[in-house]
């Protein structure tokens, strides 16, 4: 996991690992301290599975979108996350993310993917193809001016 200890994380994060899930942190206030963005581009490609805490401040029920969201599929690596609406309508879960309800869900979906490499494997690729497709900043941006009206869309 990428990101500040704060709120609910570290609970979550002791309830995965009481779980038996071998969870690394790196952020402001885990042991593992700050790391670059150069560094967070390698510990995504390094690790079979991205976790995302899609919580905000002390709440599991008030979610957000947060950069990893679309950091970490466009790596072409795995992200599993706690499911967020919004985020469903920017990946197909179960196909180009992964997305867990609660603590239990998501210790299951992660030792039900650790021991399917190929599937994992496969949604990596499918994130990532979907990223080149739609999410990179050029395409995000022409789709802001299209819906303000700064662009108009060709007609052939």
């Known amino acids: 996991f990428i990101g500040a200890c704060y709120g609910?994380?570290?609970?979550?994060?002791?309830?995965?690992?009481?779980?038996g899930i071998n969870?690394?942190?790196?952020?402001?206030?885990?042991?593992?301290?700050?790391?670059?963005?150069?560094?967070?581009?390698?510990?995504?490609?390094?690790?079979?599975?991205n976790l995302g805490i899609g919580g905000v401040g002390n709440s599991d029920k008030i979610t957000c979108i947060k950069g990893r969201d679309m950091n970490v599929p466009c790596t072409g690596n795995v992200?599993?996350?706690?499911?967020?609406?919004?985020?469903?309508?920017?990946?197909?879960?179960?196909?180009?993310?992964?997305?867990?309800?609660?603590?239990i869900d998501c210790a299951d979906q992660i030792q039900y993917y650790l021991e399917r490499p190929r599937e994992l494997e496969k949604i990596g690729y499918m994130a990532r193809e979907k990223a080149l497709k739609k999410h990179t900043w050029e395409k995000r941006m022409s789709e802001l001016f299209y819906s303000l009206g700064i662009l108009q869309r060709k007609k052939y």
């Open 23 to 49: 969870v690394q942190c790196y952020g402001l206030g885990w042991s593992n301290g700050k790391i670059s963005p150069e560094e967070q581009i390698r510990i995504y490609n390094r690790s079979k599975i």
């Open 8 to 19: 609910m994380r570290k609970d979550f994060i002791n309830k995965l690992k009481k779980n």
């Open 79 to 103: 992200l599993l996350t706690m499911y967020d609406a919004e985020l469903a309508n920017l990946w197909h879960v179960g196909k180009e993310i992964l997305c867990y309800l609660n603590d």
